[in-house]
């Protein structure tokens, strides 16, 4: 069974910064396009940033310039950087990996930005 393990969040005042971290395991981590995502209160999950099996990103329009996220394909890791929080973030943040038609979740990591 595919395992995506997140770590790294907490509460922050605005302008901090976090790192999460999303362990996989029991998938070719490699091949895989991976995700970061977050769900706020009352709204629905949305996309953050992405990073394909050949390193391209994407990112929310909300958080270019401020998010960063990368792979380590040896420690079958993905992480994303998060620099100059605002409150807007506070949400929960998923780490998916996909494939084609499949698609892995892991649970999720609380971040919270106090104003």
């Known amino acids: 069974q595919v395992q995506l393990v997140e770590s790294g969040g907490g509460l922050v005042q605005a302008g901090g910064s976090l790192r999460l971290s999303c362990a996989a395991s029991r998938i070719i981590f490699s091949i895989h396009t991976m995700g970061w995502y977050r769900q706020a209160p009352g709204k629905q999950r949305e996309l953050v940033a992405a990073v394909t099996s050949g390193a391209r990103t994407n990112y929310a329009d909300s958080v270019k310039g401020r998010f960063t996220i990368s792979r380590d394909n040896a420690k079958n890791t993905v992480y994303l950087q998060m620099n100059s929080l605002k409150p807007e973030d506070t949400a929960v943040y998923y780490c998916?990996?996909?494939?084609?038609?499949?698609?892995?979740w892991g649970r999720g990591t609380q971040v919270t930005v106090s104003s």
């Open positions: 998916s990996a996909s494939r084609g038609q499949l698609n892995y």
